[in-house]
């Protein structure tokens, strides 16, 4: 497992941008990563996901306003948030599993390594 920390984060007025970024303890190329987020008294869903052979998949609310990276230089999974909505507010959590195939636009149960997670909160 891979011990991980997001950054980045805040309050944002709707139709802002914001950008978080995740430090895993080893290189970022030794994992699958994905972004998740968890509203109060709502199900952790995913956001967006890079799978092992770089494929970027994204979640239908997400699609055309956020984008998901790593950085090889500093060894960062990056989330570039734009046009915030205030639907968008959550605790946003870097998630990283084991190289395996597939998509990793999937259920929480296939990521084994989680951060603690970031606040994010869009105001209308």
């Known amino acids: 497992q891979a011990q991980l920390a997001e950054s980045g984060g805040g309050s944002v007025q709707a139709g802002g941008s914001l950008s978080l970024s995740c430090v895993p303890s080893?290189?970022?190329?030794?994992?699958?990563m994905a972004w998740f987020r968890q509203a109060p008294g709502k199900e952790r869903e995913v956001v967006a996901a890079i799978d092992c052979d770089g494929t970027k998949r994204y979640a239908d609310s997400a699609k055309g306003r956020f984008t998901i990276s790593k950085d090889f230089a500093k060894n960062t999974l990056d989330l570039q948030m734009t046009t915030l909505k205030p639907e968008d507010t959550a605790v946003y959590y870097c998630?990283?599993?084991?190289?395996?195939?597939?998509?990793?636009?999937?259920?929480?149960?296939?990521?084994?390594?989680w951060g603690r997670g970031t606040q994010v909160t869009v105001s209308s």
């Open positions: 998630a990283a599993r084991s190289p395996s195939p597939g998509s990793g636009l999937g259920p929480a149960t296939l990521y084994d390594s």
């Open positions: 080893r290189s970022v190329s030794n994992y699958c």
